[in-house]
């Protein structure tokens, strides 16, 4: 059952990105209004489904372990491909994009959306995905992939403005969220209540819109590049994040005896295409964002092959 619903949820997403990319097409969407949708996701959609999503289970230390797995295995990746750009003397640039695009997973812009469709009606399966996402991989993109990019970038930068890049997190929508989340996570809220009842359905209405415009705003900037120019370092990207991530994930957490629903999570999470952040550092600390986007874009078609792949596997 788990692989036939992933599966058609995976279909359904495909379905409503290429639906993005034909209202691009037709002129009802423009792709400048794919960093618009972005922001919206960013700013509101996400951050009401993280706070609906853990507020509403007992937060337990035991997920932090959740979190520690996603970062080992985007640290063992980077690590991977800091070595494979090292043997082909990549250039600088070209090293930054590779390690980017090979490390940090898509798990707040896709992975919720593939989480919520998978596990229906399932609230700690959203609340476990929140903590991988959030602690997991925000963290470390905002920080340790800004040093990344401003590490193989062209571009002088001082020590106060890289410390003032990653701290921005720290008081984004999203870090809120999560963190007010877990704390209402403690407090027994009376969600029958008149106005508590109707704040949480608000949230939910907010949080439901999530698949659908990250859907939209996926096939509103999307486009078919060649990739025939750097097919080795695109070929290594994919290896690298969508096949060696996520076996890195199931081997630790077979090592650490998750249960069946913390495994998947780790897994799917973890198989999930590059986030689309990275080409943005890239972009703005000097790494090469063409390459970059071209990675995104070859590991977003790849995955859905590879999270299938993946499934299977679980099973």
Not at 75 to 94: E, F, H, Q, T, Y
Not at 136 to 155: E, Q, S, Y
Not at 216 to 233: E, N, Q, R, S, Y
Not at 282 to 294: M, P, R, V
Request: aromatic content about 10%; some cysteine; charged content about 10%.
């Amino acid at each position: 059952m788990f692989e036939q619903n992933a599966i058609q949820s995976i279909a359904i997403l495909i379905g409503l990105i290429f639906l993005g990319m034909g209202l691009r097409k037709w002129g009802v969407l423009k792709e400048e209004h794919g960093g618009l949708l972005a922001r919206i996701i960013v700013t509101v959609t996400i951050p009401a489904l993280i706070f609906s999503a853990l507020s509403t289970v007992q937060f337990e230390a035991d997920k932090l372990l959740l979190a520690l797995v996603m970062i080992l295995s985007q640290l063992g990746c980077a690590l991977i491909a800091w070595g494979v750009s090292a043997l082909l003397k990549l250039s600088r640039p070209r090293r930054g994009a590779l390690i980017l695009a090979s490390t940090f997973t898509s798990s707040a812009f896709l992975g919720y959306a593939v989480v919520k469709e998978v596990f229906q009606n399932n609230p700690d399966a959203l609340a476990d995905a929140a903590v991988v996402s959030e602690l997991g991989v925000a963290t470390l993109l905002f920080t340790f992939g800004i040093f990344i990019a401003m590490h193989f970038g062209m571009k002088e930068t001082s020590s106060r403005i890289r410390i003032r890049e990653m701290a921005s997190f720290f008081y984004s929508p999203i870090f809120i969220a999560l963190v007010l989340g877990i704390a209402c996570s403690f407090i027994p809220l009376p969600n029958d209540h008149l106005v508590i009842g109707g704040i949480y359905h608000a949230l939910q209405i907010i949080a439901n819109a999530n698949t659908f415009l990250v859907a939209l705003a996926i096939g509103v900037m999307l486009h078919f590049k060649d990739l025939t120019k750097v097919w080795l370092i695109v070929a290594l990207a994919i290896l690298i994040k969508l096949i060696i991530q996520p076996l890195l994930s199931y081997g630790q957490a077979t090592l650490f005896h998750f249960p069946p629903l913390w495994n998947q999570i780790a897994v799917l999470e973890a198989a999930m295409p590059t986030a689309a952040m990275t080409a943005i550092f890239a972009k703005k600390y000097g790494c090469d964002a063409e390459l970059t986007s071209i990675l995104i874009f070859a590991t977003f078609i790849s995955s859905c092959i590879t999270m299938v792949m993946m499934i299977v596997l679980l099973n």
